[in-house]
Antibody
Framework: EVQLLESGGGLVQPGGSLSLSCSAS????????MSWVRQAPGKGLEWVSS????????YYADSVKGRFTISRDNSKNTLYLQMNSLRAEDTAVYYC????????????????WGQGTLVSVSP | QSVLTQPPSVSAAPGQKVTISCSGS????????VSWYQQLPGTAPKLLIY???KRPSGIPDRFSGSRSATSATLGITGLQTGDEADYFC???????????FGSGTKVTVL
């Protein structure tokens, strides 16, 4: 059974930093691309970032480019999201997702989702 | 504003059918597979349909998907109270170099 468990969310002040983790199990983590998707309170889904199987290349939404960094440790079956220069509009539940295949290839979709971790950016 | 347009809400009585549209463009739906995700209240999204019309294991055949030109449609037949949820379409956009989601549609069972 595929399991994705996010952690690291919390309350942070504007301009601050936070690091999210996603622990994966139930599949061969090193063989799949992974993504982060967020959902602001009461809003829709927004793709944040994706990473290929070996750690590169990486891809980002324009809204987070230059501020967020996605990475992975295949030896620990863990996905990360380092978030810097946080803004109020980054407040959201952040979901880790297992991708079906490499980003921006035919048939790329979010196959499994974690339960999410809440990030709140407020003074 | 979402690149993919969905109606905010649809509703029907138990046992009836609803359809949810997802309208895009040639840079997304027109040239890439569409997926659909179901988000039950207070839970994480779950994959419902992939590659336009395929169902993952465990998804009942009451759920169906189709794509035509730059639009996609999710159909739910035999509507049940447990189907009350938000539904999102998704695909990737070659012009934006981004994975994009629809604005979401809330399904209400009357």
């Amino acid at each position: 059974e595929v399991q994705l468990l996010e952690s690291g969310g919390g309350l942070v002040q504007p301009g601050g930093s936070l690091s999210l983790s996603c622990s994966a199990s139930g599949f061969t983590f090193s063989s799949y691309a992974m993504s982060w998707v967020r959902q602001a309170p009461g809003k829709g889904l927004e793709w944040v970032s994706s990473i290929s199987v070996g750690g590169g290349p990486t891809y980002y939404a324009d809204s987070v480019k230059g501020r967020f960094t996605i990475s992975r440790d295949n030896s620990k079956n863990t996905l990360y999201l380092q978030m810097n220069s946080l803004r109020a509009e980054d407040t959201a539940v952040y979901y880790c997702a297992k991708d079906s295949r490499a980003p921006f290839t035919s048939g790329w979709y979010k196959e499994y989702w974690g339960q999410g971790t809440l990030v709140s950016v407020s003074p | 504003q979402s690149v993919l347009t969905q109606p905010p809400s649809v509703s029907a009585a138990p046992g009836q059918k609803v359809t949810i549209s997802c309208s895009g463009s040639s840079s997304n739906i027109g040239n890439n597979y569409v997926s659909w995700y179901q988000q039950l209240p207070g839970t994480a999204p779950k994959l419902l349909i992939y590659e336009n019309n395929k169902r993952p294991s465990g998804i009942p055949d009451r759920f169906s998907g189709s794509r035509s030109a730059t639009s996609a449609t999710l159909g739910i037949t035999g509507l049940q109270t447990g189907d009350e949820a938000d539904y999102f379409c998704g695909t990737w956009d070659s012009s934006l170099s981004a994975y994009v989601f629809g604005s979401g549609t809330k399904v209400t069972v009357l």
